[in-house]
């Protein structure tokens, strides 16, 4: 068994820090800072040789997460996954097309993984979207008192108001006046 090792931190809460808060979200840079350079070794490009490739790629990502701006660490850490994954999922659509058309199965397969990659990014994006308070649902209620209305009538009546003037849409459709009932509800209503 090995020893475990002792690391000692030292934070300083009251250090000016936050210049990096446009990556991760968080107020510390050191939050920021190892959240972005994880989201850029997740990167499918991060594992080549080309160094000028990795860095035009991690430089593209760095400005995707400043556009999208995490306001808190929870929609950084949403971002770089939703930027992983979508990485993922062009580099695996891009393989999959890449295959001969000999190779059935490995296209097959490379086009469900990168399918299942893009569903990842959908599900992130809307996990990020309800985060933010776009995906509270809004509901309206509208009153409308009615007057000399049995239970079994129903109105459709919406008032439009032109000029002081007001005219219902059942003026305009006479069919809507009095609702039609089948056979079998004025057989309903007799045998009552």
């Given at each position: 068994?090995?020893?475990?090792?002792?690391?000692n931190l030292m934070l300083k809460p009251?250090?000016?820090?936050?210049?990096?808060?446009?990556?991760?979200?968080?107020?510390?840079?050191?939050?920021?800072?190892?959240?972005?350079?994880?989201?850029?070794?997740?990167?499918?490009?991060?594992?080549?040789?080309?160094?000028?490739?990795?860095?035009?790629?991690?430089?593209?990502?760095?400005?995707?997460?400043?556009?999208?701006?995490?306001?808190?660490?929870?929609?950084?850490?949403?971002?770089?996954?939703?930027?992983?994954?979508?990485?993922?999922?062009?580099?695996?659509?891009?393989?999959?097309?890449?295959?001969?058309?000999?190779?059935?199965?490995?296209?097959?397969?490379?086009?469900?993984?990168?399918?299942?990659?893009?569903?990842?990014?959908?599900?992130?994006?809307?996990?990020?979207?309800?985060?933010?308070?776009?995906?509270?649902?809004?509901?309206?209620?509208?009153?409308?008192?009615?007057?000399?209305?049995?239970?079994?009538?129903?109105?459709?009546?919406?008032?439009?108001?032109?000029?002081?003037?007001?005219?219902?849409?059942?003026?305009?459709?006479?069919?809507?006046?009095?609702?039609?009932?089948?056979?079998?509800?004025?057989?309903?209503?007799?045998?009552?």
């Amino acid at each position: 068994m090995r020893k475990p090792r002792t690391i000692n931190l030292m934070l300083k809460p009251d250090a000016k820090e936050g210049y990096l808060k446009p990556l991760g979200g968080g107020n510390a840079d050191e939050w920021n800072r190892r959240l972005n350079d994880l989201t850029i070794n997740a990167l499918p490009i991060a594992h080549s040789k080309n160094k000028e490739a990795i860095t035009i790629a991690a430089v593209a990502v760095c400005r995707g997460t400043m556009d999208i701006a995490p306001a808190d660490p929870v929609e950084g850490i949403l971002i770089a996954q939703l930027m992983a994954a979508n990485e993922a999922s062009l580099a695996m659509y891009s393989k999959g097309w890449a295959q001969p058309a000999e190779y059935f199965q490995a296209r097959t397969k490379y086009l469900q993984l990168a399918d299942k990659a893009a569903r990842t990014v959908m599900m992130l994006t809307e996990r990020l979207d309800h985060h933010r308070g776009r995906g509270q649902q809004q509901i309206t209620v509208k009153h409308v008192t009615t007057n000399n209305v049995t239970a079994d009538q129903a109105i459709i009546a919406d008032s439009v108001a032109t000029g002081g003037e007001v005219s219902n849409r059942n003026d305009r459709q006479p069919h809507a006046k009095r609702p039609r009932r089948s056979p079998l509800q004025s057989q309903i209503k007799t045998n009552r």
